[in-house]
């Protein structure tokens, strides 16, 4: 089926070459960016991560919702100041500084799966003005979804190594070196490193279930394609 599809691929215009391997690339941009927020936004995981490393029982539940959730809405604002949210104020100023920084990549994240989504919309649109418009949907949706799969496979298998993982993602991500704090900072007891690893798995899970939606879904609809040539 897939030499089948590669055939016809050789037969489309160039745009529509360029439209369909953009979409798939943008689509798997959105997956990724969309399941980081999904488990972002999740309090039923904060709960269960925080009964299960005890921060609820050494800070406070009540203490602790009340903390996360002001650092939630910060982490996600674009240009607030955490020394004026009294509720943060728990933090040390070398913490503070590095949240700035965690800000500045979550809404990174965030722009960079709105405007993924935006031009997807736009190049499916695209898409649909010109001829075989179906056939080229189900490319992007099995192309993207195994794509998706195999990048999940990767970081899948290098996290297994979680803490050289953790520290290459964070030497990444701050290169500034300002991600290391003392065991008995606020930041620390409320997420440690274990804290992250549960994170990064139920991200990747978020992710496998988004691509094999994707990949049904293209499946499907190259059988009903099948089917109604047949027909």
Known sequence: MLNTWEGRMKNKSPEQKILVITSIILLVLTIFSASFFMTFFNRSFYDKEFNKYGQYDELGKTGVQKTVDYLIKYLTSENSDIDQIQELNGFTAEEKAHLDDVRKNINAVKWIGIISLALLIAALMRLYILKDFKPNLKRILIYSSVSTF???????????????????FHKLLFPQGNYTFPANYLLIKLFPEAFFNDYAREMFFHTLIMSLILFFLGASSAFAIRNSRRN
């Open 150 to 168: 195999a990048v999940l496979v990767i970081l899948f298998v290098i996290s297994l190594n979680f803490p050289s993982f953790f520290e290459s």
